[in-house]
């Protein structure tokens, strides 16, 4: 059974991939071990997702975004970074007026349903796609003209390019010797709704307690989608409180900014482990989405880069196409994986020393989260720059953003952490 592309996982990043080739009449092969029920009407899994401006634009091109009910759609017009019990804040504002949100919050499993729907739609009118559920991929290997998949059935089938988006865990990256970077923080996400008395003005919050980090994420009314990133050690206890126990600790943490708080819903957990592959292109393969770049979830720049990485690959595909190229080729695949490293590594690294910075609980780290936060409020280029990757409003214009700084160096450097601890 012969496909141009074969995609290896049906979740957010793999639909949008598969609906980015639509214009392209190749042939593909789209398959995912969930049920076709499940692609059909994704469970809510307590996830919300921060989409950029970006993202947004792309969701429309691909038709997805039209799909989801607006009442379902939640702006982000402001958001605050706090620091432990500290009433000090560093805020995000609109740059303008014109511009109606920094962000759009979306619940992950519409989105998935959305670009499921368009691509069963594309396989209707187009004929040129299979969904095949229920199925996983058993081993996979290229050389120098195609590469094959066996699939749990037995059935074997063949492509000039394999794209694997199954997860920051992919079990077939590993199978194509593609290395990844992994970030066990040894905490878990416990993410829920809930219902409080005072309006959020639609505000995020990230809120830097020690030993813990608590996010409350503006939805339509008086809801917000709460994200408490704790130790593995101590999430259990969290997960197996009453829900009046857990309402009264939530409130309590977030200092009764927002009056009663109530839960809505179920809590949900999830380990967190970020993931960055070495490489996102192997001979006649490629990752996107988590298999290629898994983030932790405080910049809310992972599906953000899902998206975009499978725009990118879909791009250079086309391009090869119009050109009469072997769009599988690696001379293609490293456009991708150029752009899309680009793009990325900056992010990941950046985002991991954020996380340190305001995870660690030496005196030293809380003296240097407290600076770092005062001198982003009071340094525009640099609150500016931050902006711009927020809300990736500037890329949609076409413009560049500004040089991005390196990566935070640890914190802080050991002289300074041995003169701070004797005082």
Same mark, same amino acid.
């Given at each position: $059974? #012969?496909?141009?592309? =074969? =995609? @290896?996982?049906?979740g957010p990043a793999g639909l949008s991939f598969a609906r980015a080739l639509k214009n392209t009449n190749l042939k593909i092969a789209l398959i995912e071990k969930s049920s076709l029920d499940e692609l059909k009407d994704p469970q809510e899994d307590g996830r919300e997702i921060a989409l950029t401006h970006l993202s947004v634009k792309l969701m429309k +091109? $691909? /038709? *997805?975004?039209?799909? @989801?009910? !607006?009442a379902s759609i939640s702006p982000i017009k402001n *958001?605050? %970074? &706090? #620091?432990? #019990? +500290? !009433?000090y804040s560093l805020d995000f504002e609109r740059p303008s007026e014109s511009m109606e949100a920094l962000g759009y919050l979306i619940p992950n499993h519409l989105i998935r349903k959305a670009f499921y729907e368009e691509v069963a739609a594309m396989s209707e009118a187009l004929d040129n796609i299979d969904i095949i559920t229920d199925t996983s991929v058993e081993e996979l290997q290229t050389d120098d003209s195609s590469g094959s998949v066996t699939l749990s059935s037995g059935v074997v089938l063949s492509a !000039? &390019? &394999? %794209?694997s988006a199954d997860s920051r865990f992919s079990a077939t990256r590993r199978q194509m010797g593609v290395g990844a970077h992994m970030r066990d923080f040894s905490r878990t996400a @416990? %993410?829920?709704r809930m219902e409080h008395e005072y309006s959020h003005n639609q505000t995020a919050f990230e809120c830097f307690h020690y030993g813990k980090t608590m996010a409350l994420l503006p939805m339509n009314g008086n809801l917000s989608s709460v994200v408490i990133t704790i130790s593995s050690q101590k999430s259990d206890a969290l997960l197996k409180m009453s829900d009046e126990a857990f309402n009264a600790q939530v409130q309590q943490w977030f200092g009764n900014k927002l009056g009663k708080i109530s839960l809505v819903g179920k809590r949900h957990s999830y380990p967190l482990v970020a993931v960055h592959a070495d490489k996102f292109v192997a001979n006649r393969y490629a990752v996107v989405g988590d298999a290629a770049v898994g983030m932790h979830p405080v910049t809310a720049h992972g599906f953000n880069l899902g998206i975009r990485g499978a725009d990118s690959l879909a791009r250079e595909i086309k391009q090869a196409q119009d050109h009469g190229k072997d769009f599988g080729s690696m001379a293609v695949l490293k456009k991708y994986q150029k752009d899309h490293m680009h793009v990325t590594k900056f992010l990941y690294h950046g985002t991991n020393n954020i996380v340190s910075l305001f995870t660690t609980e030496t005196l030293p780290a809380k003296v240097a989260r407290n600076a770092v936060l005062r001198f982003a409020n009071n340094f525009p280029p640099l609150k500016n720059m931050i902006? /711009?990757? &927020?809300t990736e409003a500037e890329t949609v214009k076409g413009s560049n953003f500004l040089p991005p700084l390196p990566p935070l160096p640890p914190f802080p450097p050991l002289p300074f952490a041995k003169k701070l601890k004797s005082l």
């Open positions: $059974m #012969n496909y141009d592309v =074969i =995609i @290896i996982g049906a +091109s $691909m /038709g *997805a975004w039209d799909r @989801i009910d !607006p *958001a605050k %970074v &706090l #620091n432990g #019990n +500290s !009433p !000039p &390019l &394999l %794209v @416990i %993410v829920c902006t /711009g990757k &927020l």
